[in-house]
């Protein structure tokens, strides 16, 4: 049994207050309402979510506001946008690029979005959602997303498609949507932080033409052209007009003698020692798959043997400041952690393309307050504290939602006798007469026949 919610947490209800211009009164409360529960503990289920506030609302009525209520999805997006660079103020920092899934299984698969997708991770088809999202990072505590879109195939079967109309674009051209999408409406350029999965010419030749800077992982089987030994010459024994060998690019680093190590310093007060976490090696090169110049990093983890390569258009970049700025990417890895476990977002099954977006809008502005949250307890003036996690977040709030339900039990009595009956009204439920079968007199079906 989940305890019931006793109050908004106040940092809901101030974070939100930037949507105030796109909702009325009603949504907005409607908002906070499924915000609220969410964070103190129910799933992204409205039957529960409406027992958690003892059915102040109903499940009919949110189910409404979340499909049909009236206002621009797209609107309040670029009003969480203006209101996170107002907040932090932001000059610059990094674009974290990603994308994740939703599973579904097949009593879903009518919600939006769901179509029949290749996971890499289980390897194997299945039913999900596919969404990309566009986060922010400076790399220490300001962190939050900035916008989604879903990805569609370019064909699909799936009953949710039959009579609409919506438009393939492939993941990289999503992403570079969103990336125009944030300048445009006044968000500073950032460097741009991408997995192999986006080191690719559609996709680095985009970033050049919005003018940024970026610096991603590319695949391993990519090859280099790299000046021959030998002149090479035509049938008639003329010189070639191209005089280069295409090599791979793990053939190419073998080549590379100068090599560095980096890892974390020895700390004497904590008693830690030197750890060395990679061998790198450097090299600014022309890739075949990705026009221009390039600077690659090899990165050689000697703990698993594996190697990663990563390209930037930094030419003078070390590779020690390639790879930490890199490693910023892991945010939007723990944002995906935390909106699956904390906020649910897989559990949220609701068919409509709006109450989908809302539902997707609502883990990425939860995500934000908590770690808005995190930012104004860490910096208080001048003195700084340690940041907590957003776990330790969340159930900071769900004590004090405890806190404010015992002092309900001594002051509010009628709330004490609400929550009695809701829990009374589903505590006994009736198992299905069962039926005996009989012979039955078939003569009329005949006739009828």
Not at 372 to 390: R, V
Request: charged letters at 25%; proline letters at 3%.
């Amino acid at each position: 049994m989940k305890i019931p919610c006793a109050c908004k947490p106040a940092f809901i209800i101030a974070g939100f207050a930037f949507l105030k211009p796109e909702l009325t009164n009603i949504q907005f409360q409607n908002l906070t309402l499924i915000a609220s529960a969410l964070i103190l503990g129910a799933r992204f289920n409205l039957t529960e979510i409406s027992r958690m506030w003892l059915k102040q609302k109903s499940i009919s009525a949110l189910s409404e506001f979340l499909s049909d209520s009236k206002f621009c999805t797209i609107e309040m997006q670029r009003l969480h946008l203006l209101n996170m660079r107002d907040t932090y103020k932001i000059v610059k920092g990094n674009f974290l690029i990603d994308d994740t899934m939703k599973h579904h299984t097949k009593f879903c698969k009518w919600i939006h979005g769901v179509q029949v997708l290749f996971d890499h991770a289980l390897g194997t088809n299945l039913r999900a959602t596919c969404i990309v999202f566009l986060y922010y990072s400076d790399g220490e505590s300001v962190k939050f997303p900035i916008c989604h879109r879903i990805f569609y195939q370019k064909k699909s079967l799936m009953p949710w498609r039959r009579g609409k109309d919506i438009v393939h674009k492939t993941k990289n051209e999503l992403a570079l949507e969103m990336l125009k999408w944030a300048i445009d409406n006044g968000f500073p350029k950032c460097t741009v932080l991408a997995d192999s999965w986006f080191g690719v010419e559609p996709f680095i030749k985009g970033l050049k033409r919005l003018k940024l800077h970026y610096v991603v992982e590319i695949k391993a089987n990519l090859n280099v052209n790299v000046a021959c030994q030998k002149p090479k010459l035509t049938p008639k024994g003329k010189l070639c007009k191209h005089q280069f060998d295409s090599i791979n690019i793990v053939e190419l680093f073998k080549t590379v003698f100068a090599s560095r190590v980096c890892g974390l310093e020895a700390d004497r007060q904590e008693g830690k020692k030197q750890k060395i976490l990679y061998h790198t090696k450097i090299a600014n090169i022309r890739l075949n798959a990705i026009s221009g110049k390039h600077r690659v990093v090899e990165s050689f983890d000697p703990t698993t043997k594996t190697a990663k390569y990563l390209l930037t258009d930094q030419l003078t970049w070390e590779a020690t400041k390639i790879i930490s700025i890199y490693d910023y990417r892991w945010a939007i890895e723990e944002f995906f952690r935390n909106a699956k476990q904390l906020t649910d977002m897989e559990g949220a099954t609701i068919r409509s393309e709006q109450g989908v977006t809302i539902s997707l809008c609502l883990v990425s502005w939860i995500d934000s307050l908590l770690h808005l949250e995190n930012w104004k307890q860490s910096i208080a003036g001048k003195l700084t504290k340690e940041p907590l996690t957003l776990p330790s977040i969340v159930r900071r709030t769900q004590y004090e939602n405890l806190e404010a339900l015992l002092e309900k039990f001594e002051t509010d009595k009628h709330f004490v006798e609400r929550w009695l009956w809701v829990e009374k009204k589903r505590m006994n439920r009736k198992r299905k007469k069962r039926y005996e079968l009989v012979n039955l007199d078939d003569s009329e079906l005949k006739a009828a026949a």
